[in-house]
């Protein structure tokens, strides 16, 4: 399925500027340039969804032959109605803050987020591919050529649960994702990975699955009920979010729902082609 760039143009409003601040433009000789794109609520961010970026990184050089050449943060619009979503500003402006120090590769890209209208996730991606691959022309080799840079998305491992679950995700955008881009996943305490890889045999080559040496266990549901429970967040999250929760007053009076923004993206309802 080729990408739906004349979508992502319409979908892209006057003014927006794609960040390229932290974006490395040349690749290593031998290797295929590589761009990570998280997705998901970020309701808030915490340090595993930074965390999953280095770890990816590690995956991608070491077992795949990749050079990742950035990072994005592609945060859900509220448009996506979900309990436990603070206004899509703050969640953007908190993943700034959770990498403006704290990286040289990782940048926040504000497209899905400031959608007044939801995005699904295979367009999400149709947008970095468009972006990098066509507007800039790709990446330059050290021998001088260009290369297309490889965009996948990077998820916490209930995700692939979820494309594997029958009638949750529309088969198009599994067939987008998986097949045209492909996917870096992060393996997760008590999600089951090898019977849900099994049903999804036919992009096993795209799927990329990176072992966690060091278990790290936080979600933005467990910040969200120790805020609602009075309870510190210290140390779950960068301080200067911690800051910021506080100044804006977020989450002091949400409802608590299990939203899976533990890094994966929002799940493709087949109805609606959404839930990216």
Known sequence: M???????????????????????????AGRTPLVLVACGSFSPITYLHLRMFPMARDHARNEAGFDVIGGYLSVVSDAYKKKGLAPA????????????????????????????????????LDHFDYEINQ???????????????????LAGADLIQT?????????????????????????????????????????????HVIRQVVTNDISSTKVRLLLKRDMSIDYLIPDEIVS?????????????????????????????????
């Open 163 to 207: 494309l594997s679950t029958p009638d949750l995700w529309a088969p198009k955008d599994i067939d987008h994702i998986l097949g045209t881009y492909g996917v870096f996943v992060l393996e997760r305490t008590g999600t089951e990975l090898d019977s849900a890889l099994a049903s999804l045999r036919a992009y096993e080559k795209n799927i």
């Open 244 to 276: 910021y929760i506080y100044e804006h007053n977020l989450y002091r009076d949400l409802e608590q729902s299990n939203d899976g923004d533990k890094g994966k993206p929002k799940q493709e309802a087949v109805a609606s082609s959404s839930k990216g």
């Open 135 to 153: 507007v800039m022309g790709g990446v330059e080799c050290e021998d001088g050529t260009r290369k297309k840079a490889k965009v996948v998305l």
């Open 89 to 124: 500003h703050h969640r953007i402006r908190m993943c700034e803050l959770g990498t403006e120090h704290g990286s040289k590769w990782l940048m926040v890209d504000p497209w899905e987020g400031e959608s007044p209208t939801y995005i699904p996730t295979a367009h999400v």
């Open 2 to 28: 080729a990408a739906d760039y004349e979508y992502v143009k319409r979908m892209t409003p006057e003014g927006y500027t794609f960040p390229t601040h932290r974006l490395k433009r040349t690749c290593e």
